[in-house]
């Protein structure tokens, strides 16, 4: 058994230069889904998941992903004089308490493994959760809500894991396996973007994690990996040179590389068809342009 994770940590402070000019004004992390940022999306799963302390990893132009978090007297008090009480009570669950979100600086853009290191003070000596919003899960169990139950079964480090096409292994951290026991695998390497024919397997790491106080220590003594930056994967696989324990959780979901334009859209599709009051509309004017395309080809 093993101690609650009750922290996540949230890196957002990269620029999100794939979205300009959007991102020129707006963070990234802000970005909708239907009507939802990105953020909201992993919120509400770390809620899911028994997580009450958010610490977020910011940057210089951050400013509206802090606000959005926060009240809003003006506009409460409004559609709470007429009467929209529906959107009231969304808006509400947008609201996090005084405490509940800290926020930390990351000065230089040094990579993920870096990001995490920035939240060491806060995290403290229990095992934490971290979140990439980029990476949006579907899923009728949210993603880190079962990584969390399994965890507690398991202890050690736990990263979020999916199978990919093989040609697509080199922009994931990949895991070698040592023992699949179905959702959950054993591990016994991991490999940051590794060459095609160097892969060990094509399990990819993606960005959900439960990780121990070690991995903070790890990042100390990490030196610049691949691309350059502080990789998290280097950190964890020390963690199995030192003989602790590593698994893969093979969720159950979708996942969606909202980090990327054509990944963004996809999603887009999908979360607009789930949502019952635009599924017809939306799915009959998807239809029609497929219809189209096909037509012209």
């Known amino acids: 058994m093993t101690g609650k994770v009750t922290k996540a940590v949230f890196p957002v402070a990269g620029m999100g230069t794939r979205f300009l000019p959007a991102t020129k004004s707006i963070p990234k992390e802000i970005m909708t889904l239907v009507d939802r940022p990105l953020i909201q999306y992993a ?29 809003a007297p003006e506009l409460e008090s409004t559609l709470q004089r007429k009467g929209k009480t529906d959107i009231l009570d969304m808006l509400q669950n947008t609201n996090m308490e005084s405490g509940a979100i800290a926020y930390v600086r990351q000065y230089m853009a040094l990579g993920l493994g870096h990001a995490v290191w920035c939240a060491r003070r806060l995290i403290g000596d229990e095992p934490f959760a971290v979140i990439l919003p980029d990476d949006v899960i579907a899923a009728d169990t949210p993603c880190l809500q079962q990584m969390v139950e399994a965890h507690a079964e398991t202890g050690g480090c736990m990263v979020a894991a999916m199978e990919v096409p093989a040609d697509k292994a080199s922009a994931y951290g990949v895991l070698d396996i040592k023992d699949d026991m179905g959702s959950i695998v054993g591990v016994k390497g991991m490999v940051e973007k590794p060459k095609r024919e160097e892969a060990p397997s094509n399990l990819a790491v993606i960005g959900r994690y439960i990780l121990t106080p070690n991995v903070l220590k790890n990042l100390n003594t990490i030196k610049e990996g ?15 040179a030192e003989d602790r324990d590593v698994y893969g959780y093979r969720f159950r979901g979708q996942r969606y590389d909202c980090g990327s334009k054509a990944g963004y859209l996809q999603a887009t599709v ?25 037509a012209a080809e």
């Open 270 to 294: 999908a979360f607009g068809l789930s949502r019952p009051e635009l599924r017809d509309e939306f799915g009959s004017y998807l239809d029609e342009m497929a219809s189209l395309r096909n």
């Open 43 to 71: 919120i509400d799963e770390a809620r899911a998941a028994g997580i009450t302390e958010f610490i977020f990893v910011t940057s210089r132009g951050k400013a509206a992903l802090e606000d959005y978090f926060d009240h």
């Open 226 to 240: 691949a691309g350059g930056e502080i990789q998290l994967t280097d950190a964890i696989a020390q963690e199995i």
